[in-house]
């Protein structure tokens, strides 16, 4: 409704974004916990917390992309399920496919469920959050098919992919969520792909007026979310050592909490990794913290949804550009 | 989506009857199919009324959900909503409290919830979405903690009725719940002037606000009942199963969410029709009854929910797209 659009410094669009308010109340946290618990502070204790959020964090890589051009997806859990029980039994001893082999097939699954959620989203028009709520069913199902198989990860190369600590101290999963942030942030500033993302989730109908190949384009971020998600698949079938079709479960809520702290704009249009990547840290310190601190395990949950609706609630009284009317 | 809308306007009345009547076709030769095949058992009383029950409480939350959705807002804390119920019924029930009383703290519980959620996306201008995927978290955390996750029995004579009972000794009351409350929402929904105001909201909120309707009050009003609703189905649920768990209503959500799609409200709000949802509501409720029926397992289940609803709501978009063709 306003005439012009204020320009702010890329400073004051941070301070726009909900991550400030996130960092206080991190920083509340963070005196809080280290005072009641010795532990918190402990040099184990923060890799702990650093390796925890793996799965977490490579999935909200894809989904940002995937949300800054105004998608939904909802299929990730599922989705890195997926990738992580096929390659789980692929590495099987019976079986004893090569892992470069397995892994370009997990890879392949995960771009593949992109592409098809991108397909019918933009081919067929359905509205990405139903897409995506009917392919996690499906995915999930389909991982059931291997319910019964139970396989063991045996192969040291998988077992270590999750697993090592850089210098024993750096683990590596961080390392592959900061150099994934790292490129997509470089991709979304830097060439036409992410230009046009950006446009894509400010307005679609313009961005298509403008003659955007914006079907092509949403495609390729979902197909992005699912590549991310057979990593993360990988990682969870590394970390935890087995193959179990429900893995994964409950992720999209998980990652979706994480993005939205971090300042992504739900509809698209907004949205930096940066953000992301304190929403993250936040969260798993914040869970840590709790079981540290003996919270019972299902006021974290609560803990957690009030956490939400706090920060959204405060993003939305502080960002009201005027009185809302409706 | 704005050039959508005038093709809308232009065909309206037509196309929501036959997409209401092509479901309810559909509904009819369903039965039919699965009469024959799931014989003897699947059209039998032992199967008809449980299934019926069942579907009850998800009819009944469907219902009002509609009126929410098609405001333009969605709701997902209602599986939430009856964890939460479910407990605190079966809590009051150990402490002795009268089976009437718990009703009501119920009912008013599910009231606050609702109001909780309405005040997130009206008075502070939260998405819903967000909001109330945040208060599903809570509503089902704190079902956690006041039962500490255990299931705890909940059997009183009044609570045992509402999902038990039976009036004149044949018609489930569960039944009885359901047809009130699509009776109820169909005449507000077509027949009144709240109904109108729901619509008009729903495919243009800025028109309505300067057109003199009080957006704020009508949406906040929607999600209050939302979550008396949900609270009701939570006891239905409760009474059924005569305990109360956390668990209870666990991805129901998604289930009611996407009934009420099928059945032809879209998710932007300002299309959508009451019987849809119904239709919808039974649709589902008998296949995935039907296949359990056939012995199939969970997980392929699972694989059909979610073919359907992407399958139902294609052919939807693709005959919209054709009907905007012809315009």
């Given at each position: 409704m306003e005439k012009v659009e204020k320009k702010y410094s890329a400073f004051m669009n941070f301070l726009r974004t909900p991550t400030p308010t996130l960092i206080g109340i991190y920083l509340v946290m963070l005196i809080l916990f280290s005072l009641t618990s010795?532990?918190?502070?402990a040099i184990q204790n923060i890799k702990g917390i650093f390796n925890n959020f793996a799965v977490y964090g490579i999935i909200a890589a894809g989904v940002t992309v995937v949300m800054i051009g105004g998608g939904f997806d909802l299929s990730v859990g599922s989705t890195a399920g997926l990738a992580g029980i096929v390659s789980a039994v692929l590495l099987m001893k019976n079986i004893m496919v090569p892992t470069p082999v397995v892994f370009l097939i997990a890879i392949a699954i995960g771009c593949l469920v992109g592409l098809i959620n991108g397909l019918i989203i933009t081919k067929v028009g359905i509205n990405p959050i139903i897409t995506t709520l009917g392919t996690l069913a499906i995915i999930r199902g389909v991982c059931y098919f291997w319910a019964n198989l139970n396989p063991r990860i045996l192969n040291v190369f998988v077992q270590n992919l999750g697993r090592i600590y850089i210098g024993n101290v750096f683990p590596i999963t961080t390392v592959y969520i900061i150099v994934a942030f790292v490129i997509l942030t470089l991709v979304l500033k830097f060439t036409r792909f992410g230009r046009d993302l950006f446009t894509i989730g400010g307005n679609e109908n313009l961005a298509r007026l403008a003659g955007i190949p914006v079907d092509r384009i949403k495609i390729i971020s979902y197909v992005i979310s699912g590549f991310f998600c057979s990593i993360a698949g990988l990682l969870l079938i590394s970390q935890l050592g087995s193959g179990r079709p429900e893995y994964g479960t409950g992720a999209e809520l998980e990652v979706l909490t994480i993005i939205v702290l971090g300042g992504v704009v739900v509809g698209g249009g907004k949205g930096n990794f940066l953000g992301v990547f304190i929403a993250l840290i936040i969260i798993q310190t914040i869970s840590n913290g709790m079981v540290l601190l003996d919270v019972p395990v299902f006021m974290r949950t609560v803990v957690k949804g009030a956490l939400l609706v706090l920060v959204i609630s405060i993003d939305a009284i502080r960002n009201r550009k005027n009185l809302q009317l409706y | 989506m704005a050039e959508i809308k005038a093709a809308e306007v232009l065909g309206r009345k037509k196309s929501r009857l036959n997409n209401t009547a092509t479901l309810f076709i559909i509904l009819v030769a369903m039965f039919g199919v699965f009469s024959y095949v799931g014989r003897p058992f699947f059209f039998s009383k032992l199967n008809i009324i449980p299934m019926l029950n069942n579907l009850s409480f998800i009819g009944i939350i469907a219902a009002v959900l509609t009126m929410v959705m098609v405001s333009g807002e969605i709701d997902f804390s209602v599986g939430g909503n009856i964890g939460l119920t479910a407990c605190l019924v079966a809590l009051l029930l150990s402490k002795g409290l009268p089976g009437w009383l718990v009703v009501i703290i119920a009912l008013s519980g599910g009231l606050l919830m609702g109001a909780f959620n309405g005040m997130l996306v009206t008075v502070i201008g939260v998405n819903s979405i967000i909001a109330t995927i945040g208060t599903m978290f809570i509503w089902r955390g704190i079902g956690y903690t006041l039962s500490n996750g255990e299931s705890m029995l909940a059997i009183n004579p009044v609570i045992d009725f509402i999902g038990r009972g039976f009036i004149f000794k044949v018609i489930p009351f569960p039944i009885v719940l359901l047809v009130i409350i699509f009776v109820v929402t169909y005449v507000t929904m077509s027949h009144s002037k709240w109904g109108r105001k729901i619509y008009a909201i729903g495919a243009n909120p800025l028109a309505s606000y300067l057109s003199g309707i009080n957006v704020k009050k009508v949406k906040f009003v929607s999600f209050l009942l939302c979550g008396a609703t949900a609270a009701l189905g939570g006891l239905i649920l409760t009474s059924l199963s005569a305990v109360g768990m956390p668990q209870h209503g666990q991805g129901l959500e998604l289930v009611i969410v996407s009934s009420i799609i099928l059945g032809g409200t879209a998710l932007g709000g300002g299309r959508g029709q009451i019987l849809g949802t119904l239709a919808g509501v039974l649709i589902l409720s008998i296949l995935y009854n039907f296949l359990t029926i056939m012995n199939v397992y969970y997980f392929y289940i699972q694989i059909v929910q979610g073919s359907v609803l992407i399958l139902v709501v294609s052919t939807y978009e693709i005959r919209q797209a054709m009907a905007r063709r012809r315009i």
């Open positions: 010795k532990n918190f502070l | -």
